[in-house]
């Protein structure tokens, strides 16, 4: 008797809209109270779904923060590859973290819980940074995948003391002066000052700003 071949399942048609709504539930969830209280079944609440619905999408807790982890990365890997002049790209970034408090508290419960940063927006941002160290305006010898810990580390200490330290008027000013030494940092330890002019005129701008407004 011929077997007979069963045409593959199909998805509900829902069932990528449910995903986002979770993903987008618990990144609502972790802005207002952190991590420690993030669970499947709380995010199916605030989501509007069942319990069932959710735990097919995710099995546990951990997975739904990398979950949520994941599509972050995925947002800032697409700013990224935007075409911005190194200045613009700094200052985008930096305050992209501090204005988006829940990335930096769930990369922060991965790694306290011991767990690795979603591998794929990880590789495609080191893949990214060493494009650049390889480039004619680069200094020579630098460890893309170094220098992608200290950025990300500088990213997410600040994001986090800015609220600790800065009242909301005050944000905007404290976020330019994190702006202005992380460029200093990257303009002298990544490249050739001589070919970054732009770099270094964003530097003497802000200066003169500063001057200005004292």
Same mark, same amino acid.
């Given at each position: 008797m011929p077997q007979t071949h069963l045409p593959p399942r199909r998805r509900?048609?829902?069932y990528d809209r449910n995903r986002e709504r979770l993903l987008a539930a618990a990144s609502r969830l972790v802005a207002e109270h952190g991590t420690d209280s993030l669970t499947v079944s709380g995010v199916a609440h605030e989501a509007g779904l069942n319990? $069932? $619905? /959710?735990?097919? %999408? =995710? @099995? $546990?807790?951990?997975?739904?923060? &990398? /979950?949520?982890?994941?599509?972050?990365?995925?947002? *800032?890997?697409? +700013?990224l590859e935007e075409p911005r002049s190194p200045a613009e790209l700094?200052?985008?970034? !930096? @305050?992209? =973290?501090?204005?988006? +408090?829940?990335?930096?508290?769930?990369a922060l419960h991965l790694v306290l819980?011991?767990? #690795?940063?979603? #591998?794929? !927006?990880w590789d495609r941002f080191v893949a990214h940074l060493g494009k650049v160290t390889r480039g004619a305006r680069a200094q020579e010898g630098i460890d893309a995948?170094?220098? /992608? %810990?200290?950025?990300? &580390?500088?990213?997410?200490?600040?994001?986090?003391?800015? %609220?600790?330290?800065?009242?909301?008027?005050? *944000?905007? !000013?404290a976020t330019g002066r994190f702006v202005r030494e992380m $460029? @200093?940092?990257?303009?002298?330890?990544? =490249? +050739?000052?001589? %070919?970054? #002019?732009e770099l270094v005129e964003s530097l003497g701008a802000?200066? !003169?700003?500063k001057k200005e407004s004292t």
């Open positions: 509900r048609s829902d319990r $069932t $619905t /959710a735990y097919q %999408h =995710f @099995r $546990t807790r951990d997975e739904l923060v &990398g /979950a949520v982890l994941e599509a972050m990365g995925e947002t *800032l890997q697409k +700013r700094i200052s985008g970034m !930096a @305050r992209t =973290f501090a204005e988006q +408090r829940e990335l930096s508290r769930l819980a011991g767990d #690795p940063l979603p #591998p794929r !927006a995948e170094m220098l /992608a %810990h200290i950025l990300v &580390g500088a990213w997410l200490v600040w994001s986090l003391r800015v %609220h600790a330290e800065y009242d909301e008027a005050e *944000l905007p !000013a $460029t @200093r940092m990257i303009l002298y330890g990544l =490249f +050739r000052p001589e %070919h970054m #002019p802000r200066r !003169a700003r």
